[in-house]
């Protein structure tokens, strides 16, 4: 990866960002810092999770209201079936309109016990497709969904989620973010069979910095995600070297990147983890223009 090239190659069309809801005053200090750092970055739109279960539902609204009224940002809201009535999710997607969010992230999601087996709510929107109709019907919302190069832990294989993807299409979603993914081909691979079945919705490869490198770990464990080996490699030794990982995990974001771009990738999702420092590195090594708000320390 020659970096004296990266900014030259064609800068990539859009980028967008992924924030969770803080739960102390301390994380919001440390989200809304963030947030500052990379508003100069101008992404297509940041996102704003939900917690298993709706367990950060309040905060994922108080974080996105004040995204619509403190900055020049374009929010996206996560709503999830898990655990909500029909009614209750209606409501919130009606509030958000009213509070002048025109972008939902719609999704299954998880239940709150990790591990235990999805449940839809007996008054609730049963499936994805179900909750992108619904909030269709109540407003012209423009909603996207999730994806899985390397497949749903749930299903049975990559043709099953091609075929929910379908009806997520079919119910309104207008893109698909893929959940982190560090196989450029397996990315490909799906793009190129939701193109083959007809589906003409943009996919959008989800991109995870690995500074915490156990953390990614995890993370990958419970999805279903691979950690490839030449990954686990340039970690090994470097738990109590902060600094090492960080310049490992910029060089690694950036050329994961470059390298779907070489795909024809247009759009990349960053899930940000509520820190800055590597996000705008990479997008600024890829030429994608913004001035520093000030230095992220978190």
């Known amino acids: 990866m020659n970096l004296m090239q990266l900014g030259t190659s064609g800068q990539p069309r859009a980028v967008s960002f992924e924030f969770f809801p803080p739960k102390s005053a301390e994380m919001e200090e440390q989200l809304w810092h963030a947030i500052r750092r990379l508003e100069p970055l ?3 739109f940041v996102s704003v999770t939900y917690g298993a279960g709706g367990s950060t539902r309040d905060r994922t609204h108080a974080t996105v209201k004040r995204i619509v009224t403190d900055t020049v940002l374009v929010p996206a809201a996560h709503l999830t079936c898990v655990g909500t009535s029909r009614a209750e999710i209606d409501a919130v997607a009606r509030g958000y309109w009213n509070a002048g969010v025109r972008h939902i992230v719609a999704l299954r999601g998880d239940m ?41 832990p749930e299903s049975p294989s ?6 929910l993807l379908n009806k997520k299409v079919a119910a309104g979603a207008a893109r698909a973010i893929g959940n982190f993914c560090f196989s450029t081909d397996a990315i490909v691979r799906l793009r190129d ?13 989800g991109l995870m910095p690995t500074t915490n490198f156990k953390g990614v770990v995890r993370m990958a464990g419970r999805g279903g995600i691979e950690v490839p080996d030449w990954l686990r490699r340039l970690y090994e030794g470097l738990d109590d070297d902060l600094e090492s990982r960080k310049a ?9 990147v470059e390298e779907l771009r070489r795909h024809g990738f247009e759009h990349f999702h960053f899930y940000t983890l509520n820190q800055a420092d590597l996000t705008f590195a990479a997008c600024r090594l890829l030429g994608i223009p913004g001035r520093p708000a000030g230095k992220d320390v978190s």
Do not use: K, M, W
Not at 122 to 148: D, K
Not at 158 to 163: A, F, G, K, Q
Not at 193 to 205: E, K, M, S, T
């Open 42 to 44: 101008r992404p297509s």
């Open 193 to 205: 069979r939701v193109a083959a079945r007809g589906l003409n919705i943009p996919i959008v490869p």
């Open 248 to 256: 490992i995990a910029a060089a690694v974001l950036a050329g994961q």
């Open 112 to 152: 709150p016990v990790v591990g235990a087996p999805y449940e839809p709510d007996p008054s609730g929107y049963q499936s994805t497709p179900e909750l992108v109709a619904g909030i269709t019907r109540i407003a012209p919302f423009e909603v996207s969904v999730s994806c899985y190069p390397e497949r749903h």
């Open 158 to 163: 990559l043709e099953d989620d091609v075929e």
